[in-house]
């Protein structure tokens, strides 16, 4: 059975689920519209790669500093006592890092983040303030 990519599609499930905020060397960096978890974003490599170890040296190295390059922002702009990587796969094969950052006391601190609660969404001006404050830092 062939199991679709909505990265690769580009349509509306990805759209349903996340706004781009950027493209970066071999990534493209993506805000998730659930935003329970402030500066929650997810970072796909921008060809259709369904495992690390699909990559070259050269892309894992630009991927990696991709991902380092968001985190930083990330923390320079929100102040997180940590962030949580996740790299899934199973149902979405296009590889792809989900980033969340995590609040000392506050929701889920202490274990893994989870999907199982209710979303927080935002208006379309929140989405955008977080979209460019994040834009602004990576550039």
């Given at each position: 059975?062939?199991?679709s990519?909505?990265?690769?599609?580009d349509g509306?499930?990805?759209?349903?689920l996340?706004?781009?905020?950027c493209?970066?060397?071999?990534?493209?960096?993506?805000?998730?519209?659930?935003q329970?978890?402030?500066?929650?974003?997810?970072?796909?490599?921008?060809d259709?790669?369904?495992?690390?170890?699909?990559l070259?040296q050269e892309?894992?190295?630009a991927f990696f500093?991709d991902?380092?390059?968001?985190?930083?922002?990330l923390?320079?702009?929100?102040?997180?006592?940590?962030?949580?990587?996740?790299i899934?796969?199973?149902?979405?094969?296009?590889?792809?890092?989900h980033?969340?950052?995590?609040?000392?006391?506050g929701l889920?601190?202490?274990g893994?983040f989870?999907d199982?609660?209710?979303k927080?969404?935002?208006?379309d001006?929140?989405?955008?303030?977080?979209?460019d404050?994040i834009?602004?830092?990576?550039?």
């Amino acid at each position: 059975m062939a199991i679709s990519c909505f990265y690769c599609e580009d349509g509306e499930k990805r759209r349903s689920l996340m706004i781009e905020i950027c493209s970066l060397s071999v990534s493209t960096l993506y805000l998730n519209r659930d935003q329970k978890h402030k500066g929650r974003c997810v970072l796909k490599f921008k060809d259709h790669k369904t495992d690390l170890s699909a990559l070259t040296q050269e892309e894992n190295t630009a991927f990696f500093t991709d991902l380092r390059k968001v985190s930083q922002a990330l923390n320079e702009l929100f102040h997180p006592a940590k962030i949580n990587y996740a790299i899934y796969g199973d149902l979405v094969p296009h590889l792809h890092v989900h980033i969340v950052p995590k609040y000392e006391n506050g929701l889920q601190w202490g274990g893994p983040f989870s999907d199982d609660i209710p979303k927080l969404l935002l208006s379309d001006d929140e989405y955008r303030i977080l979209i460019d404050a994040i834009r602004e830092k990576l550039n």
